[in-house]
């Protein structure tokens, strides 16, 4: 682990209540740039990313979920009961000294907690508070259940994912959580703008299946400008741009550009390519069906990353296929210190995903281990001026 | 309309940001730090044209004589800026470069790690000139590293975060995905650098130089995957939309055209409710379905039971009805319903934006963002700029340049604002586009959203 620097954001105090992946990828954003971070769970369970897999060693634990310690480094834990009234007293305690508050629950459950965004800025209006749901706080569809298959369909990418004769399909793995927790620390960042210059908190209502729509920008001006309606594609003439099967795996070939034609031809080892009728953007569509087949005959007879590396060095675009045990042996993101080593009493010793910009002068530090559950109560409270007895009462009644 | 109103109460009201960059990334961040108030200047080419203008869409399949103004996609990213067209390659464009530099806050560039150095132009150069300067720079792969040197668009970035792998049908391979998906994790963590940075500063009085890999960005969004093989050597693969822990949890076709409703069902009384919801058929009753577990392992065929009945059902009521009874449901949108969706109009979320009329453009709807702010009302403030279509102002105004000076820029071509080599651009092919299933049938009406 390495030392803490001076983070941009050291000194500003964040109250986590988010839960599963949005809030807590949000929460975590501002955490790894130094900001104090105190994240809240349910007593006993905890935030219901503790019993999401998968786990290290395979063995479900709440201290041992990997989503959940990827989400949670860089904080605190507090237990706190929210449902009970000195639950809430606690927090509210909390909120008179914290700069921001993070939550991604269902637009209602704020409100009937009793601590909407109103209550909040009533003992502290200088703090900023950022909801991230699947539709937003506002509108008809507000109070609709969503998880990432329902955000991703109503959002219109899945419209255009998948083949034209099958069902739509959603991206993989669960990126609308991390693209709500993503697009939620703009705002609140630009909240915190505000707050240093004129001392004034606000409301910030982030929506992920809006942040999905936001990467729609063929799919909604084909509409404005045309009234064209993307569909799914048909798998035909597709040499490039998708996924081709090589010896060992699968990669990317791109269309080169004018002029490149010939030293694609080279690296791929398809001098039957270089014929004419090929060498024209026309010419390729026109003998789509036969430039598949020879460029797909060519593409397997290569080791995936050989092709790669020869491609690129000889400045032609190319992907490689990479799986999860690609990206943990890459030696690119080993040069960028892209993995961290941490060691967790309960999880043991592993290596975490880290930063994915470099910045000069200040920036990403890994300076805590993800909490284990409730952590930090005799801290934290001890830090509101509760004394050993108060704090004794309370895990007695189940409040933290 | 759009209600720029008093940008003096926007969060980056004051900020002059450059924009030296090109397709979307970097674009759209740009985009939305305009929309947060900020005052973003677009450095354009006049040499060439955009890779991606010659894509389009353009207005009614119209290129038109300047093509290059009239492109879709470049027209959302670069709302809200001003634009300078310079020709990098000519030493007086490089002095004006410096010059706006130097009464800059923010510089984003997209260019290879060669170009921006060879330009006189990287971050080392610049901070001699504006010492409280942020840069940041965007690469496929980062500034340093083995691969620093490999170019990168977004499918080939796709390919190599581990997106690929894991997306397309459950058994089926790896898919390429939606539209350059990389570059919008790589927007919004631009913006994200660039706001923590402008706090520093702020605080510190010191610039910085952000170095942004396209490539982590979209491993982050994998991070317990990857772990996952640290730790227990798997390797996660494909599952469609299938989820680890509920069933049903897929996609069912409904009544028309290419009409879809996903459902989620994520406890034993969303699927009692789903039964209801479907005037309770005799299989759904199955005792092996009352419980997840035999749910999952017979996902297949429960799939195949609610396709049939989904097949006669309207989408958008199904989809309300199950809501109601508090079962995880949404309708999949395609780009014509967005325009026309109840809740996205409630929310402005796709803006109208006028353009100016010599443009021909007319007023169109603009995708805006994904947060609103209760302390401001944030808007697209102003349309794409035309190419050039600010160099007077921007030198004269702001750079000091006399009248005369520019007259002479403008001749030898230092500054433009058309592309002569440009040559005609082509209208999209939509019949051969519709035969191919790239596009669906047209909608007459869509000038009227």
């Known amino acids: 682990m390495e030392t803490a620097s001076e983070g941009p954001l050291e000194g500003l105090k964040v109250l986590d209540l988010g839960h599963q992946i949005a809030g807590p990828y949000c929460a975590r954003l501002l955490a790894d740039q130094g900001a104090d971070v105190v994240k809240i769970e349910r007593p006993l369970t905890g935030d219901v990313a503790r019993a999401m897999g998968p786990f290290a060693g395979d063995h479900p634990h709440p201290e041992k979920s990997l989503t959940f310690l990827y989400l949670n480094y860089n904080k605190r834990s507090l237990t706190l009961d929210l449902k009970s009234a000195a639950g809430r007293e606690i927090l509210l305690d909390l909120v008179r000294d914290a700069d921001v508050l993070v939550e991604n629950f269902e637009p209602r459950v704020m409100a009937s907690l009793g601590i909407d965004f109103k209550a909040l800025s009533a003992v502290n209006p200088k703090l900023v508070v950022t909801s991230i749901s699947n539709f937003g706080q506002t509108g008809p569809r507000r109070d609709w259940r969503a998880n990432d298959l329902i955000d991703y369909a109503v959002s219109g990418v899945m419209s255009i994912s998948g083949y034209a004769e099958r069902e739509p399909v959603k991206h993989g793995y669960f990126q609308a959580g991390y693209v709500g927790g993503l697009a939620g620390s703009i705002p609140t960042m630009a909240a915190v703008l505000v707050q240093g210059a004129t001392g004034r908190g606000q409301h910030v209502d982030v929506a992920i299946s809006e942040a999905l729509s936001s990467t729609l920008l063929l799919t909604v001006p084909y509409y404005t400008y045309m009234g064209e309606t993307q569909t799914r594609r048909a798998p035909v003439g597709e040499a490039f741009g998708n996924c081709a099967r090589a010896r060992d795996g699968w990669v990317v070939a791109h269309s080169p550009r004018s002029g490149e034609w010939g030293d694609f031809c080279d690296v791929v080892g398809a001098p039957e390519l270089k014929d004419p009728k ?42 490689v296929v990479q799986t999860p045990e690609d990206l943990a042996r890459c030696e690119q993101l080993a040069e960028r210190n892209y993995y961290h080593e941490i060691d967790h009493p309960v999880a043991g010793r592993l290596r975490y995903p880290g930063q994915t910009f470099e910045a000069s002068e200040s920036g990403f530090a890994i300076s805590r281990r993800p909490p284990l559950l409730g952590e930090h109560n005799e801290e934290i409270l001890a830090g509101l001026g509760r004394s050993r007895e108060d704090i004794l009462r309370l895990r007695e009644q189940g409040v933290v | 309309m759009n209600q720029p109103a008093k940008t003096t109460d926007l969060p980056l009201a004051g900020v002059r940001v450059i924009d030296a960059s090109h397709v979307f990334a970097v674009p759209y961040a740009t985009g939305l730090l305009a929309d947060l108030g900020a005052e973003v200047i677009k450095i354009q080419a006049h040499t060439r044209m955009d890779v991606m203008a010659g894509h389009g869409p353009f207005p009614e399949n119209i290129p038109g004589e300047r093509a290059w103004d009239r492109v879709g996609s470049l027209n959302t990213v670069n709302r809200g800026k001003i634009g300078l067209s310079l020709d990098l390659t000519k030493p007086e464009a490089i002095e004006i470069f410096r010059r706006l530099v130097r009464v800059s806050d923010v510089l984003a560039e997209s260019f290879t790690p060669r170009v921006m150095k060879k330009l006189g132009l990287d971050y080392a150069a610049l901070r001699e000139i504006r010492p409280e300067l942020i840069m940041l720079s965007n690469t496929g792969y980062g500034h340093s590293g083995p691969w620093r040197e490999y170019g990168s668009v977004a499918t080939s970035l796709e390919a190599t975060t581990g997106m690929c792998w894991l997306s397309g049908y459950e058994n089926g391979p790896p898919s390429k995905i939606g539209q350059s998906y990389t570059d919008f994790l790589a927007c919004w963590n631009a913006v994200y650098a660039l706001l923590l940075s402008l706090y520093r500063r702020r605080r510190t009085g010191r610039g910085q130089w952000i170095d942004l890999s396209m490539y982590q960005t979209g491993a982050a969004t994998l991070g317990p995957l990857i772990m996952d093989y640290f730790a227990n050597g798997k390797v996660a693969s494909r599952m469609g939309n299938r989820h680890p822990d509920m069933a049903p949890h897929n996609v069912y076709r409904c009544a028309g055209e290419d009409r879809w409703i996903a459902i989620a069902v994520d406890s034993d009384e969303a699927w009692r409710a789903l039964g209801v919801a479907m005037a309770q058929p005799a299989w759904a009753a199955e005792a092996r379905f009352a419980a997840a577990a035999g749910r999952i392992e017979n996902s297949a065929f429960v799939d195949q039971q609610l396709s049939a009945w989904s097949a006669g059902q309207n989408a ?134």
């Open chain 1, 278 to 319: 090929f060498a024209t953007a026309r010419g390729k569509i026109a003998n789509a069906a036969e430039l598949d087949e020879l460029l797909g005959a060519a593409l397997v007879r290569h080791d995936r990353f050989a092709l790669f590396e020869e491609a690129n060095r000889k400045k032609i675009l190319f992907g």
């Open chain 2, 316 to 449: 958008e009521e199904f989809a309300a009805r199950l809501q109601k009874a508090g079962v995880m449901a949404g309708v999949v949108e395609n780009g014509r319903d967005l325009l026309h969706d109840e809740q996205l109009r409630h929310r402005n979320f796709l803006e109208l934006v006028r353009h100016p009329p010599e443009s021909g453009i007319g007023e169109r709807r603009y995708i805006g963002r994904p947060w609103k702010l209760s302390g401001a009302e944030l808007a697209i403030t102003r349309p794409a700029p035309q190419l050039g279509e600010h160099n007077r102002e921007i030198l004269t105004g702001l750079l000091g340049y006399s009248e005369a000076e520019v007259d002479a820029l403008e001749k030898s071509q230092v500054i433009g604002n058309e592309i002569t080599n440009a040559g005609k651009v082509q209208p999209l092919h939509l019949e051969g586009m519709r035969r191919n299933h790239r596009i669906g049938q047209p909608d007459n009406g869509y000038r009227e959203v």
